[in-house]
């Protein structure tokens, strides 16, 4: 099972909702699910992403468990290639794909990209489709908005989409305090990075 976001445009107050929410989203389906990120997951308008050239939310992405999310046009390749050693997020571009690992199961011949890429078994484009559509081993997502998580199970046997939704975030989901503390780590750094632009 795949879950996925896109447009967060560093949006803290969602954060620490959103992980109960896909947390919970998880636990329903019974699933050691794959989680994405689509990209546009901060904004210059944003100070914090300002602040730290885009990386902040990325960084709490990292905390939430996410597997792979798309930071082309939001995290420069040098500030890509430093962050590699500190985070456990696969950071996709056009010119860098993350192979398949959500413990305990490794697979190489599944690679997340930001552009169609031959993949022996599965390519999942992590960038906005119009529709959830799979063919010739490529598998594209639908575009879902800010508080919205999109889902899709593929049968790899029969190299299919079997189920897909889009699913809203319900008001009043209690905010996972770990995330929450988390942020306010990253709003520190961003300040301090603020200062030393200033």
């Known amino acids: ?54 990386r902040s939310t990325l960084l709490v992405l990292d905390g939430m468990g996410y597997h792979a999310v798309n930071v082309s046009g939001i995290v420069s390749s040098a500030d890509r290639d430093r962050l590699a050693s500190s985070v456990t997020t696969g950071m996709v571009t056009e010119r860098h794909g993350w192979r398949y690992f959500v413990p305990p199961m490794r697979d190489g011949d ?20 119009e529709q959830n559509q799979l063919s010739e081993r490529t598998l594209f997502l639908q575009a879902v908005e800010k508080g919205q998580v999109g889902m899709v199970k593929v049968d790899m046997n029969a190299m299919k989409i079997t189920e897909s939704a889009v699913f809203e975030m319900p008001k009043g989901l209690k905010p996972d305090a770990t995330i929450a503390a988390s942020i306010e780590l990253v709003e520190d750094e961003a300040r301090q990075a603020q200062k030393r632009q200033s």
């Open 1 to 54: 099972m795949i879950l996925y976001t896109y447009g967060l445009r560093g949006d803290f107050a969602l954060l620490p909702r959103l992980h109960t929410f896909i947390m919970q989203l998880k636990a329903e389906h019974n699933s050691q699910a794959l989680v994405l990120d689509l990209g546009a997951s901060c904004d210059e308008a944003v100070w914090h992403c300002a602040a730290t050239k885009g």
């Open 110 to 129: 599944i690679v997340v990209a930001g552009t169609p890429t031959p993949a022996l078994k599965l390519c999942i484009v992590a960038r906005p489709a």
